[in-house]
């Protein structure tokens, strides 16, 4: 009893740890693009940062099968593409006011974040 009641509350809290607590480490946009991978519930990279009032190309690659990888939203800037299994999708940003956005699947279990500075 006391095992399972140990083992409940270690999940309880890498569940809270995922969801709330993990910060991804930040990937710096050097070059006009980067590649995305969409893959095992996760973007990779997550976290990305690019230079305000530049165009950059984001390339998006779908590995994952999962019906909820299929559409990326960007909703403050008003994208919403659909993502093709193993292509890639560009998708092209210009002239970015600094801030922080936020770019998900359409049940945000995708989840990244596009910070402009």
């Given at each position: 009893?006391?095992?399972?009641?140990?083992?409940?509350?270690?999940?309880?809290?890498?569940?809270?740890?995922?969801f709330w607590l993990y910060k991804p480490t930040?990937?710096?946009?050097?070059?006009?693009?980067?590649?995305?991978?969409?893959?095992?519930?996760?973007?990779?990279?997550?976290?990305?940062?690019?230079?305000?009032?530049?165009?950059?190309?984001?390339?998006?690659?779908?590995?994952?099968?999962?019906?909820?990888?299929?559409?990326?939203?960007?909703?403050?800037?008003?994208?919403?593409?659909?993502?093709?299994?193993?292509?890639?999708?560009?998708?092209?940003?210009?002239?970015?006011?600094?801030?922080?956005?936020?770019?998900?699947?359409?049940?945000?279990?995708?989840?990244?974040t596009l910070t402009v500075v």
């Amino acid at each position: 009893m006391i095992i399972i009641n140990i083992l409940g509350l270690a999940l309880i809290a890498l569940i809270a740890w995922w969801f709330w607590l993990y910060k991804p480490t930040q990937t710096r946009v050097q070059e006009q693009s980067l590649t995305i991978e969409v893959k095992d519930g996760v973007y990779t990279p997550s976290a990305i940062q690019v230079t305000a009032h530049q165009t950059v190309t984001l390339n998006f690659l779908r590995k994952d099968h999962s019906p909820c990888s299929e559409m990326l939203l960007i909703p403050s800037l008003g994208v919403s593409e659909q993502l093709e299994l193993d292509k890639l999708t560009a998708v092209t940003l210009s002239d970015l006011a600094p801030g922080e956005y936020p770019f998900h699947c359409q049940m945000q279990m995708y989840r990244g974040t596009l910070t402009v500075v």
